[in-house]
């Protein structure tokens, strides 16, 4: 059974940082490139980053280049999204998710996701 486990959310003060955690189990980690979306309330699922299985290619949405830094440890199964400066409109659930297609931005070409960790950000 494969499982995603997002980790590290919770309530922080504008500028802050914070490393968010994907750990996976149940599958072969270092086959999938690694994805994080989030979704604020009463909006559309977002693309934020993507990370290639071995790390080495990323691709990230212009909205937080800069700002937001995915990583993997395949050795610890696990995918992290630091970051940094949030500002109150990073507020939303943030998922991870893996994906064989591809370093891609689309939803619909994940082939599994985690059940998403919520992340508010205090004024």
């Known amino acids: 059974q494969v499982q995603l486990v997002e980790s590290g959310g919770g309530l922080v003060q504008i500028g802050d940082s914070l490393t968010l955690s994907c750990a996976a189990s149940g599958v072969t980690f270092s086959s999938y490139d690694m994805v994080w979306f989030r979704q604020a309330p009463g909006k559309e699922r977002e693309f934020l980053a993507a990370?290639?299985?071995?790390?080495?290619?990323?691709l990230y949405a212009t909205s937080v280049e800069g700002r937001f830094t995915i990583t993997r440890d395949n050795a610890k199964n696990t995918a992290y999204l630091r970051m940094d400066s949030v500002r109150p409109e990073d507020t939303a659930v943030y998922y991870c998710?893996?994906?064989?297609?591809?370093?891609?931005?689309?939803?619909?070409?994940?082939?599994?996701w985690g059940k998403g960790t919520l992340v508010t950000v205090s004024l």
């Open positions: 998710a893996a994906t064989n297609h591809g370093i891609v931005k689309d939803p619909g070409n994940m082939d599994y």
């Open positions: 990370i290639s299985w071995n790390g080495k290619t990323t």
